[in-house]
């Protein structure tokens, strides 16, 4: 993590005010949270919609704050610790973070796409640290916060950096670029998950290609080729970049056929110079995607096809994305971070793909974000499940309840459980859950199934 005297740190956030007798004091860290501040850490409040962390300064300061930025619109704190002033402290953050990466001989891998940048930054560093110092955002810390948190955890030897870009309007990911400017960019995939917040399909690949925009000269750019209006939008790129597509279609620069897809992850090929055979022990035919934009970039830089399928076999991944969890009796696969057409399906064609279960239960919860015609993508992908695949479907939420009646014309009326609540749900449950078998757990983030998931984990089927 960083480590600097405060003059320094003055000069890299374009703070002023630091008294004379303060400028050798060392910080080691930061913590923009005063409940979690360690000894020797720099405090940087920030103002959100419901809270500003200038009102925690002394709990900060009580945990072992040693020095904090301030706003300068607000009133000088008379504390005992060194106090920067600053414009603005997210700001100054992101200028802080900006300017400690640029100080490292780091090389950036930045992530971004409608699906699978948590998987493909997981796999990767994977990969990566078997022959790198890498380092890694943790969760899906992916935001004008949480990128410069991420860089300003690294350590100082850290080698390469993947970081992953998420984004809700356009200029987002331009943003998270001129803090972290990427050496190396994958765009895993551009859909309509964002069309609330940007309105077009093209907005989205407007704002997906940002990314491009913000690497440096020469960098490399890894994308899904399979996708015509990705595709189109990269080839339109006027920049002096290496571009590398992966896919099915055989026109793409790495080409992915699937050998198999099943309880134990998925095998396919990758054919580039020549064909090579990778397993990732991962659940879904679609981490084969996620797989090969990490196999891209490692291949990049200079790891062999035999390090990179061994790393395979050792990955540890983000939870609560397509994890078989054991439960007493019964598995559940938990993929209830997020939810939309894209990921669903995939998620389905998972379920399908699981052997040897004594039956197959669905709990889909509301996919929010998916535009105006949110109701008909809950329609439609209630009419695709498979009724030989899938024993019940429990819907929550008053969108959610829109994959029940899609499915309703090839479903018993009893197969069909639409609930209101939590609770109600997972009493709907415990009356079908049979020995052997399985659960799928699908919902946007903001529904919180994973609360389910935690009760599922209580029972024990017999």
Not at 47 to 53: A, I, N, S, W
Not at 139 to 163: C, H, K, Q, R, Y
Not at 269 to 281: A, G, I, Q, R, W
Request: charged content about 25%; glycine content about 8%; aromatic content about 6%.
């Amino acid at each position: 993590m960083i480590r600097r005297n405060l003059i320094e740190i003055q000069k890299m956030v374009q703070g002023k005010g630091l008294a004379e007798n303060f400028q050798n004091e060392i910080i080691v860290g930061i913590s923009t949270d005063s409940r979690e501040i360690l000894p020797d850490q720099l405090f940087i409040p920030i103002k959100g919609e419901t809270f500003d962390g200038h009102d925690f300064i002394n709990d900060a300061i009580k945990n072992g704050a040693k020095a904090v930025l301030w706003n300068e619109s607000k009133l000088k704190p008379k504390i005992d610790i060194p106090v920067i002033m600053v414009t603005d402290t997210l700001q100054a953050l992101q200028n802080l973070a900006k300017e400690y990466a640029n100080q490292l001989q780091v090389k950036i891998v930045g992530i971004t796409g409608s699906n699978g940048k948590t998987s493909t930054k997981d796999i990767l560093h994977g990969i990566l640290k078997t022959k790198y110092k890498t380092h890694k955002t943790l969760g899906n810390f992916n935001n004008e916060l949480g990128v410069p948190l991420t860089l300003l955890s690294m350590d100082e030897d850290t080698e390469i950096a993947v970081i992953e870009m998420g984004m809700s309007a356009l200029g987002d990911i331009a943003l998270l670029c001129s803090i972290a400017r990427p050496d190396i960019a994958i765009i895993t995939n551009s859909t309509d998950v964002h069309i609330n917040d940007l309105g077009s399909v093209e907005n989205i690949l407007r704002a997906k290609l940002e990314i491009a925009e913000g690497l440096k000269e020469n960098g490399l750019l890894v994308h899904y080729g399979d996708s015509e209006h990705l595709k189109k939008g990269v080839e339109g790129l006027e920049r002096k970049i290496i571009k590398q597509s992966f896919g099915e279609n055989e026109d793409n620069y790495f080409v992915i056929k699937l050998i198999s897809s099943g309880d134990d992850g998925v095998y396919f090929s990758v054919v580039e110079d020549e064909s090579n055979v990778y397993h990732l022990p991962m659940l879904g035919k679609h981490q084969m995607f996620n797989g090969t934009a990490a196999i891209a970039v490692s291949r990049y830089l200079q790891i062999s096809t035999n390090e990179i399928q061994k790393a395979m076999f050792e990955l540890s991944m983000t939870g609560m994305r397509n994890e078989i969890v054991h439960a007493d009796g019964f598995d559940i696969l938990n993929d209830s971070y997020k939810s939309n057409p894209t990921s669903v399906r995939a998620a389905l064609e998972t379920l399908y793909s699981l052997k040897n279960y004594s039956q197959k239960i669905l709990v889909l919860g509301d996919m929010f974000g998916t535009g105006e015609n949110e109701i008909e993508n809950h329609l439609r992908i209630g009419e695709e499940i498979n009724p030989y695949q899938v024993n019940y479907i429990f819907t929550l939420g008053s969108l959610g309840e829109y994959f029940g009646k899609g499915a309703a014309n090839h479903f018993s009326e009893e197969a069909i459980v639409a609930c209101h609540s939590k609770e109600e749900l997972f009493d709907g449950l415990k009356k079908v859950i049979k020995k052997d078998g399985i659960i799928l757990v699908k919902g946007s983030r903001i529904v919180k199934l994973e609360e389910v998931v935690e009760k599922l984990l209580t029972l024990h089927i017999e």
